[in-house]
């Protein structure tokens, strides 16, 4: 199975700043039709996950573009550019290129 | 609007069955593959099964394959997930996804507890 790393695994942030999470993955993500299945997840307390990112740096409708992922083969970052109070909670990168779909270990997010 | 609404959840003992159903509605359900997803209390989330739009062609996490079926009706807009033998490891929140997509439900809880 492909193990998605994430990079910290706890990332205190200050309101306004920026943040940024890294991924690695332990084998290539490039799909046969060429493309990178690479997303990245929110997950508030008690609510479902929900996709922010897919195919590496295309937000999903309605997600603030404060939001940004880059990367490229196994190595991708998904950054903030300026934290706000209601992105507190734990983020996933998961990939969809090899089965099973794997997610990362998650990194929780919270405000100094 | 997308929506995905799970039921079937509950208690049951270890070596017991569930079966849980998502009903599909918003779009054009027999299009698009189908998933369902869980999540262990406190740990991140795990995905089970997808089938393709037609017939029953399906994949399987390992831990899973031999003890659930993931199957589809078209005609009533549902994906279900059939779980036999359970163990207390498949105690979970489990969501139905429409997959490669950002759709999720809200969940159906399943404890397996003796």
């Known amino acids: 199975d492909v193990v998605m790393t994430q990079s910290p695994l706890s990332l205190p942030v200050t309101l306004g700043q920026p943040a940024s999470i890294s991924c690695r993955s332990s084998?290539?993500?490039?799909?046969?039709?060429?493309?990178?299945?690479l997303n990245w997840f929110h997950q508030r307390p008690g609510q479902s996950p929900r996709r922010l990112i897919y195919?590496?740096?295309k937000r999903e409708s309605g997600v603030p573009d404060r939001f940004s992922g880059s990367g490229s083969g196994v190595d991708f970052i998904l950054k903030i550019s300026r934290v706000e109070a209601e992105d507190v909670g734990v983020f996933y990168c998961m990939q969809n290129t090899h089965w099973p779909w794997t997610f990362g270990q998650g990194t929780k997010v919270e405000v100094k | 609007e997308v929506q995905l609404v799970e039921s079937g959840g509950g208690w049951v003992q270890p070596g017991g069955s569930l079966r849980l159903s998502c009903a599909a509605s918003g779009f054009s359900f027999s299009s698009f593959w189908m998933s369902w997803v869980r999540q262990a209390p406190g740990r991140g989330p795990e995905w089970v099964a997808n089938?393709?739009?037609?017939?029953?062609?399906?994949d399987y996490v390992e831990s899973v394959k031999g003890r659930f079926a993931i199957s589809r009706d078209n005609a009533k807009n549902t994906v279900y997930l059939q779980m036999n033998n359970l163990r207390v490891e498949d105690t979970a929140l489990y969501y139905c996804a429409r997959s490669r997509s950002g759709y999720w439900g809200q969940g159906t809880l399943v404890t397996v507890s003796s």
């Open positions: 084998q290539s993500l490039v799909y046969s039709d060429g493309n990178v299945y």
């Open positions: 195919m590496i740096s």
């Open positions: 089938i393709k739009q037609i017939g029953s062609e399906a």
